[in-house]
């Protein structure tokens, strides 16, 4: 069963520092990390790919970093300056390797709350 576990969220105030982790039961072939606030639709944080390329959204670069450890089938979203608006449950979505039936498997974690207070 392809499963993909989240961990690393809590409780920080602004200006700290948070890393998120997300465990593939798996081989990775790319992340993606996103995030919804309450009351607000769920976007995009940042994406790395097979290669290692990788792209933020503008709120993300220069504070945010996407990182995977192949060895480990695990994916990283290291959050350094946060703030107030960072608050929101982040989920990471992961394609895994699958089979020749079916080259990739699309899975998504149980979300990680992050909160930024004073």
């Known amino acids: 069963q392809v499963q993909l576990v989240e961990s690393g969220g809590g409780l920080v105030q602004p200006g700290g520092s948070l890393r998120l982790s997300c465990a593939a039961s798996?081989?990775?072939?790319?992340i993606t990390w996103y995030r919804q606030a309450p009351g607000k639709e769920r976007e995009l944080v940042a994406v790395?790919?097979?290669?290692?390329?990788?792209n933020y959204a503008d709120y993300a670069k220069g504070r945010f970093t996407i990182s995977r450890d192949n060895a480990k089938n695990t994916g990283y979203l290291q959050m350094n300056s946060l703030k107030l608006e960072d608050t929101a449950v982040y989920y990471c979505?992961?394609?895994?390797?699958?089979?020749?039936?079916?080259?990739?498997?699309?899975?998504w974690g149980q979300g990680t709350l992050v909160t930024v207070s004073e």
């Open positions: 979505n992961a394609k895994l390797y699958g089979d020749i039936w079916t080259p990739f498997i699309d899975a």
């Open positions: 798996g081989s990775i072939f790319s």
């Open positions: 790395i790919s097979s290669g290692g390329s990788t």
